[in-house]
């Protein structure tokens, strides 16, 4: 059985493959989202509430916010790890994003969930990436 989706948003035709990094979700209100425009959308939150919950990963030795299906990165430019009287670990990273320092807050060590916020201190020096967010010149 040929199984296909259409995204809902960019109207792409979705073929979902088993492990390969193509694919789909259900956004909340059960429509068909594809993994590229579940990124557009995480964006767009995050630009429009200052706020959102992500994921920290560790890939080839480097710390990243992601969101689940892996389609949003962004490398954590610094980050801190301290004690905390219930979780007993907490994991404090700062990353860029829209032109703001944003921190994120994660819990323990079975979690890889990142409470996000936008802080208040915006970034000055700018350069743009590949796909056009404003990063912190290193
Ligand atoms: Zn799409």
Redesign the pocket.
């Known amino acids: 059985m040929d199984l296909k989706f259409v995204?809902s948003?960019?109207g792409?035709e979705i073929v979902p493959e088993k492990g390969a990094g193509t694919g789909f979700a259900c956004d909340g209100k059960d429509r068909v989202?594809?993994y590229?425009?579940y990124a557009v959308q995480d964006e767009a939150f995050m630009k429009k509430h200052g706020r959102i919950s992500l994921y920290l990963t560790t890939s080839a030795g480097r710390q990243e916010i992601t969101n689940w299906p892996g389609s949003l990165r962004i490398p954590v430019r610094y980050s801190k790890e301290g004690g905390h009287n219930i979780a007993r670990v907490r994991r404090d990273v700062w990353f860029n994003f829209d032109g703001y320092l944003w921190h994120g807050i994660q819990y323990g060590t079975n979690s890889e969930l990142c409470y996000c916020r936008r802080t208040k201190q915006r970034l000055t020096t700018y350069a743009t990436d590949a796909r056009g967010f404003q990063m912190l010149a290193m």
């Open positions: 995204c948003q960019c792409e989202v594809c590229k425009c």
